[in-house]
């Protein structure tokens, strides 16, 4: 099969490839169709970065499997080229966990957008890598919902979903995707199709769909994913409560959960995103306040009701300066979009804004903000705060020009040490947007070297040779080695004489 | 008593069950992990272990982050002791496995849940971090002590339900509930599992919110159990009891539901008899309760997510091997795997079932990269892994 011009003037393949190359693009045409490859540079480009823009590589080719059989035959090419690969969903990620390796192919699952079955007899759906996060909510709604809702949920993959272990603004209650995968077809780095779990719960094996859901691509690629839906609340309650400072709000966030109450959502802003929200979305909450608390409280309605007056009295406790209550869907859906509007909004108050993704200890709070303050006036650059209040997940957004010299630098570093500050206060390096390869340089912050080849033993478990999607996660670069044998004692040590280390 | 083993090892840190792991792969030894030992029973029958690694002197309770809602525990904490000293910040794992001497650790590496498990999920979903030794003889981290984290790998969700085939935990972090302040059960009881089943489905599509949610089966006949916790649990409850008599059931309401559940959770092991844990397709309730009846089994359930544990006393051995057989075949493809069993019947069936040879590679080559050598309780697991 010969490969044809992609847009008349470039050839596939350029004619000083190398021939492995040539053959392989040449088998991925035959695999998926000549139109299903990207070659030109021109059209690569597209695919050279995901949502973090601050990384940028052009793979060798982009091949768009149609099918599992075909994403199969797609990484066996790759495999018996020995050519690195990285699978993409939507290409929304916050980590570069989706970008492609230099003369390696990028997999792209767009065309794998089908959901196969809406089961709601046994609240399963079965779908496809490519199906977006909202459109499982959409076919099983409103009845049932799936819970896990990034804020990218409108465009964001669940195959994209399964690989970062995406959370979001309902997760404090609900959980994360690995709470909700029950199922997976993974293709493996050679083309191994696995199928793991299914609609049922329990299978006999080692868990791992635990351990696939959140590796970030690099232990192979879902082809197919059956989650758990569940039927939608009863009731919903919303809330935004106004305070004078954050850390009024945080006591706020405490009182509530340590009350026992687990709301569905408990999301805070504060003045500077506030701000910025405001000229996006148009909600018109007050400006002078220090934080926006939005409270919503989801559930069998007479249980709702009762919680909601206990939450609004301890906002009045904690000299709130206002609450407001949604009264309607769309009053509702308005706080919603304020708070869903936080990071694009930064754009509108700052030239380019850097967001960070960090975990603490919810009780850690206070301090760790004050530790932001701090660390934000010594750089002489804001941070704006928007965080997932319960579960104590931050996303600084820290604002800086790149035309002034050395600004971009500086912001990197200053959400260097914004990382550097969670980890200390016994959090984590990334709550939802990964590790990648934005974050691979914080690892070993986090943890030690023991760690890391604990983490590499499961690695080279499901991919001895280390070319699904390398350069990412792990800080340094890793082989794997042979499995030993069984091990057999050597007549010196079993005399004494020798000891092994 | 004729010793079981030919030693043991009781490390009281993480360093020293490391070391021991590590002695062992050198001397060629097997290794069991024991915690009280109520489960030792469970996985493939094999031969004494060279070495028991107990985890007796792993037992603190090494923090309380209560304003996190975490928990940092050594594995050999009894589990009963662990609740008692939560519950007095008014919190708790939100796990009830049967079994009172039952350590946290044993329920984390056997994967063990009970009627909570509607609400709040398997072990898997409650550990957010580990510390582990490995048989290499380090010590490693996963996870952290946040709720929400995704940096590097989840190992502990690998280890979680590892029967302490792949090395030890040392240490689990736990994420932790409010315990319920009041609790209410609706009950719907008859003999026909098309009711019952019809009765569960219509529980299960409603937004109820329930804590548990549980099937029971007996010769007298079977049951549906929903229990409803929080300021308005007895008026919820009373709400529900239209769902239960709509498909036929008689209704009642327990509002000191805690023998009802004690019994459920029972109902999960037997002493002498064999029990089998079948993870169904949830709408397949209908066809395992049937199965249950006809093979004279009692059974209990999480009626909503497919997973009932079906109880065959008072069997010859010969007989009870057959009926798990039997069992097997009627409720293909679904998991049946047995549980507790005299040794008899361990010894005649495979307690986990065929296991598809494509999965099974690749479980073993986990295996192989966290013990090459085989020296964690080889051939308990798995496939003889």
């Not at chain 1, 190398?18 to 540079?41: D, F, K, S, W």
């Not at chain 1, 797609?74 to 929304?92: D, I, L």
Request: hydrophobic residues 40%.
């Amino acid at each position: 099969m010969t490969s044809h011009p992609q847009l008349g003037d470039e050839p596939a393949a350029p004619p000083g490839a190398e021939a492995p190359t040539r053959a392989l693009i040449e088998r991925l045409q035959a695999i998926v169709g000549n139109e299903h490859v990207i070659v030109h540079p021109h059209q690569l480009k597209v695919y050279e970065s995901d949502g973090l823009l601050q990384y940028a590589q052009r793979p060798r080719a982009v091949a768009l499997p149609g099918s599992t059989a075909e994403v199969s035959e797609v990484v066996r090419a790759c495999h018996e080229h020995e050519v690195p690969w990285v699978a993409r969903g939507s290409g929304s990620g916050l980590s570069g966990g989706a970008l492609p390796v230099e003369d390696g192919v990028l997999v792209s699952l767009t065309r794998m957008n089908r959901i196969l079955d809406v089961d709601l007899a046994n609240q399963r759906v079965v779908c496809q890598p490519g199906v977006t996060n909202i459109a499982i909510s959409e076919a099983v709604g409103p009845e049932f919902f799936y819970p896990p809702d990034p804020s990218s949920q409108i465009v964001c993959s669940i195959g994209g979903n399964v690989a970062e272990n995406s959370g979001g603004a309902h997760c404090f209650k609900y959980g994360f995707t690995t709470n909700y995968v029950c199922g997976l077809q993974v293709v493996l780095h050679d083309g191994t199709v696995v199928r793991l779990g299914g609609k049922e719960l329990e299978h006999p094996g080692y868990d791992v769909i635990g351990a696939f859901v959140g590796s970030e691509g690099t232990l192979g690629v879902a082809t197919e994913i059956t989650v758990r839906v569940i039927p939608s609340p009863e009731a919903v309650r919303t809330l935004v409560a106004f305070f004078p400072t954050p850390r009024a709000a945080g006591e706020v966030v405490s009182d509530i959960v340590t009350g026992g109450v687990v709301p569905g959502a408990i999301e805070m802003m504060d003045n500077l995103t506030i701000r910025a929200s405001n000229q996006m979305a148009g909600a018109g909450w007050p400006e002078d306040v220090g934080a926006a608390l939005v409270v919503e409280l989801d559930g069998a309605e007479s249980e709702c009701d009762t919680q909601f007056e206990r939450v609004q009295a301890i906002c009045s406790r904690h000299d709130a300066v206002d609450i407001q209550v949604a009264g309607s869907p769309d009053e509702r859906a308005l706080m919603w979009k304020m708070r869903k509007a936080a990071f694009p909004a930064m754009g509108r108050i700052s030239p380019h804004y850097y967001v960070q993704d960090g975990v603490i200890p919810r009780s850690k709070l206070p301090e760790v903000l004050d530790r932001i303050d701090e660390l934000a006036a010594r750089y002489g650059l804001p941070v704006g705060n928007v965080f997932h209040a319960g579960d104590g997940n931050l996303h600084p957004l820290v604002c800086y020009d790149e035309r002034v010299e050395g600004e971009a630098e500086r912001a990197e570093e200053l959400a260097g040490e914004i990382i550097v500050a969670c980890v200390e206060a016994g959090g984590s390096i990334t709550g939802e947007h990964g590790v990648g390869v934005d974050k691979k340089r914080y690892m070993s912050k986090m943890f030690s070297e023991a760690d890391l080849e604990a983490f590499q033993k499961l690695r080279c478990a499901f991919d001895p040779t280390g070319r699904t999607n390398p350069g990412k996660v792990m800080p340094t670069p890793r082989l794997c080695g042979e499995v030993p044998g069984p091990y057999r004692e050597h007549p010196l040590e079993r005399a004494g004489l020798a000891e092994r280390f | 008593m004729p010793a079981a083993h030919a030693s043991t090892a009781d490390p009281s840190t993480a360093a020293e069950a490391a070391e021991a792991l590590r002695a062992a792969v050198v001397a060629g030894q097997r290794v069991r992990i024991a915690g009280h030992g109520t489960k030792l029973g469970w996985g493939a029958p094999i031969p004494l272990p060279d070495v028991e690694l107990r985890t007796t002197s792993l037992a603190r309770v090494v923090a309380h982050n209560a304003g996190d809602f975490t928990a940092i525990v050594e594995p050999g904490v009894p589990f009963a002791r662990l609740q008692a000293e939560l519950s007095g910040e008014g919190q708790m794992v939100a796990l009830d496995p049967p079994g009172a001497e039952a350590t946290i650790g044993g329920i984390v590496a056997t994967g063990d849940s009970g009627p909570l498990r509607h609400r709040y999920l398997a072990p898997r979903d409650l550990v957010i971090g580990m510390q582990l030794a490995l048989p290499d003889g380090s010590v490693a981290r996963a996870g952290g002590k946040v709720i929400k984290n995704v940096a590097g790998y989840d190992l502990a969700k690998l280890f979680t339900g590892s029967y302490g085939t792949l090395g030890a935990i040392v240490q689990i972090a736990l994420r932790l509930h409010p315990r319920p302040r009041r609790t209410a059960t609706a009950i719907g009881t008859g003999d026909d599992p098309a009711r019952l089943a019809a009765a569960a489905a219509a529980v299960a599509s409603r937004p109820l919110e329930a804590d548990s949610f549980d099937v029971g089966w007996d010769a007298r006949g079977g049951a549906i159990l929903v229990r409803l916790s929080g300021d308005t649990a007895a008026d919820r409850v009373a709400r529900t009891l239209p769902l239960l008599a709509g498909a036929g059931l008689e209704t009642s309401i327990d509002e000191d539901d805690g023998a009802l559940w004690a019994r459920q959770r029972e109902g999960q092991r037997s002493h002498d008899g064999v029990v089998v844990r079948v993870s169904a397709a949830p709408a397949q309730l209908e066809h395992v309760l049937r199965t249950a009846r006809d093979a004279g089994a009692t059974l209990v359930g999480r009626a909503g997510l497919g997973l009932s544990w079906l109880r065959l006393d008072g069997l010859a051995d010969a007989t009870a091997v057959a009926r798990v057989q039997e069992l097997r075949e009627a409720l293909a493809p679904a998991p049946v795997v047995v549980l507790d069993a005299p040794a008899a019947v361990r010894d005649a069936v495979d307690p986990w079932g065929p296991a598809d040879p494509v999965h099974l590679a690749l479980l073993r080559s986990v295996k192989a990269r966290f013990d090459p050598t085989g020296a964690c309780a080889p051939g308990l697991f798995v496939g003889g892994i």
